[in-house]
C-alpha cells in the first residue's frame, strides 16, 4: 500500500510539474542545440510515463493492474495533448505537433522497454524453474 502511495502522488505530482514548466512564459529549452526541445520533450513524457506505470502497477486494483500499459499510454498521451494545447494560451510558447510526436514516441518507447523487460525476465524465471 505505501509503494501505491509513493508511486501515485509521483506521478500526480510530475504531471503538476509539467503543468507549471508549461505554464512559464518564454521558457528556454533546456537543451541548447537543434532538436533539444524534442529530446527534451520525449525524455519529460518517458519518465512520466515511467511514474504512470508504477502507480497502475503497484495499485490494489486487479483493472489496474491488467490494462496498465493501455492506461499508462492513454493517459500520458492524453496529458501530453492537453499539455501542448495548454502552451497555445501561454505567451511565447506555441502548441507544436511535433513536441506532441516527441512526447508520444517517449511515452510508447519506455512503455515498449518495460513490457520487453517483464517479458525477458518472466522467460527467464521459466527456464530458472
Excluded at 483493472?63 to 501561454?90: A, M, R, T
Aim: proline share 4%.
Amino acid at each position: 500500500m505505501k509503494k501505491l502511495f509513493v508511486f501515485k502522488y509521483m506521478a500526480l505530482f510530475y504531471a503538476l510539474l509539467i503543468f507549471v514548466a508549461s505554464a512559464i512564459p518564454q521558457l528556454p529549452p533546456p537543451l541548447e542545440f537543434k532538436w533539444g526541445d524534442k529530446v527534451t520533450h520525449f525524455i519529460e513524457y518517458g519518465i512520466f510515463s515511467m511514474l504512470l506505470f508504477l502507480a497502475f502497477f503497484n495499485s490494489g486494483k486487479e483493472f489496474l493492474k491488467k490494462n496498465v500499459f493501455v492506461l499508462s499510454i492513454l493517459i500520458g498521451v492524453i496529458y501530453g495533448l492537453s499539455d501542448e494545447i495548454h502552451q497555445k494560451f501561454v505567451p511565447g510558447r506555441n502548441c507544436d505537433v511535433h513536441d506532441f510526436l516527441a512526447d508520444g514516441l517517449g511515452i510508447l518507447l519506455v512503455q515498449a522497454a518495460i513490457w520487453w523487460y517483464l517479458k525477458r525476465r518472466a522467460k527467464d524465471a521459466i527456464r530458472r524453474a
